[in-house]
């Protein structure tokens, strides 16, 4: 499952990300890394952006970033 398939208000602790280079980079300098878990607060009517929850931080994520990161549901 991928976080953007998660719905408001689901929490998942990261497994992995699956893209490299500069998309990858950008997603973990957010501190998505694999093993932190990560809440979605709110997605857009078309879905971009997804707002979610890391370690206290809001943060906005494109769907395509988010279609990237790989979640274990808890």
């Known amino acids: 499952m991928t976080l953007r398939e998660l719905r408001p208000g689901q929490k998942g602790k990261v497994t992995a990300i ?6 990858k980079r ?3 300098d ?4 694999p093993g932190v878990e990560v ?3 709110k997605t857009a009517p ?4 997804i707002e979610v929850n890391v370690r206290g931080y809001e943060l906005s ?3 395509e970033e988010a ?3 790989c ?4």
Not at 30 to 33: A, I, K, L, N
């Open 67 to 69: 279609a990237q990161v």
């Open 39 to 41: 809440r979605v607060i």
């Open 18 to 23: 699956g893209t490299t280079g500069p998309m």
């Open 26 to 28: 950008r997603i973990m």
């Open 46 to 49: 078309l879905g971009d952006p």
């Open 61 to 63: 994520l494109r769907k």
């Open 71 to 74: 979640i274990e549901v808890s």
């Open 30 to 33: 957010m501190g998505v890394t």
